[in-house]
């Protein structure tokens, strides 16, 4: 079996985040990623220098530093303590920070770090769609009941039973790393049954006989979703105009290299991530066109609208700017 991508090796505690201080003044910017193909747009941006070269455009030598943290808890934590500038995770559940920051830090977005679908998999061959679920199953997920594939699985289970069964799959969900579930499944020797996967990881399962594709993110969006955002808080979006405007013209940059040339982006992800993953795979990955590396964001509206008609979100947005930095409005978001 090919080797698994595991995040392990580089998650920084969040003990250190704490020590670091307060928010940095302009001319500096600390931003935390998470682990995976999913923040390609990062990686270009760190190796490129990108926020370097667009602050000289505003008269700015900006100082960047760059953290790897697994999980949103830690990175929420960290930048709503001031000790964290820009942080990175999954729509819906920057759309819960945004709802319970409201009047507070407000935090909001920036901009979106591309759209990618996650696939709900399985090795049980009675298993064809989600009513052929039953409780012998286990649906591992990195997050059960509130990280973006579970809210997804929320949103698909409120339409096909009701709102009040929405919660109808937590039961039977486990949370587990992807690489750990992605082992799973392949292996067929534990109670999981089911993998709410994502890149790199849905990739690999698919490879291996007896694994197959029962939904995709997209499916329940209605097309093309944005899988991960990069957020902060009004402070450091207010107090920086200079560092934030270099921040986000650095990650539209980062966009137009990706797409003019892919496969070459694949390399920077290999060196950037230290990946181990074949250069083949992440070069398929992104030249997938089901994969979009882009900071418009996609469908964000219908987790924003769905997770509300479900009380997940306590206030309502009329639009997805509600929850964007102005600096995005010139995007053709939703």
Do not use: C
Not at 9 to 28: D, F, Q, R
Request: hydrophobic share 40%; proline share 5%.
């Amino acid at each position: 079996m090919k080797q698994l991508f595991n995040p392990l090796h580089s998650v920084v505690a969040l003990s250190i985040l704490l020590a670091t201080g307060t928010a940095a003044a302009e001319g500096k910017i600390s931003i935390a990623q998470q682990f995976g193909i999913g923040y390609l747009i990062l990686d270009v941006v760190r190796e490129k220098q990108l926020i370097e070269k667009q602050g000289k455009a505003e008269g700015l030598a900006i100082e960047v530093e760059w953290r790897n943290i697994s999980g949103a808890t830690a990175m929420n934590e960290a930048l709503l303590t001031g000790a964290l500038d820009v942080a990175s995770a999954g729509a819906p559940p920057v759309l819960t920070l945004w709802d319970r920051t409201r009047g507070k830090q407000n935090v909001k977005a920036i901009a979106a770090l591309g759209s990618m679908p996650n696939y709900l998999l399985s090795n049980n061959p009675a298993v064809k769609t989600l009513q052929d679920l039953s409780d012998k199953d286990r649906i591992a997920v990195p997050a059960a009941g509130v990280g973006f594939q579970s809210r997804t699985l929320q949103i698909e289970t409120a339409r096909l039973y009701g709102k009040d069964e929405y919660k109808k799959f937590d039961r039977i969900s486990l949370s587990l790393p992807h690489p750990d579930a992605t082992a799973a499944l392949i292996s067929g020797g534990s109670e999981i049954t089911a993998h709410f996967s994502s890149p790199p990881f849905q990739y690999q399962a698919l490879e291996h006989p007896g694994i197959h594709k029962v939904l995709s993110s997209y499916d329940v969006l209605g097309g093309k979703g944005t899988f991960n955002l990069l957020y902060t808080t009004e402070k450091f979006h207010d107090q920086n105009p200079k560092t934030y405007r270099a921040f986000f013209n650095a990650l539209a940059e980062a966009e137009k290299i990706i797409k003019a040339d892919k496969n070459a982006a694949a390399q920077t992800y290999i060196r950037t991530e230290k990946s181990r993953l074949p250069l083949a795979l992440i070069e398929k990955i992104i030249n997938d066109p089901e994969n979009d590396f882009t900071i418009t964001p996609q469908k964000t509206y219908v987790y924003a609208e769905k997770l509300h008609d479900l009380g997940v979100l306590k206030n309502k947005a009329d639009s997805w700017k509600d929850y964007f930095f102005e600096d995005a409005y010139t995007l053709p978001g939703d």
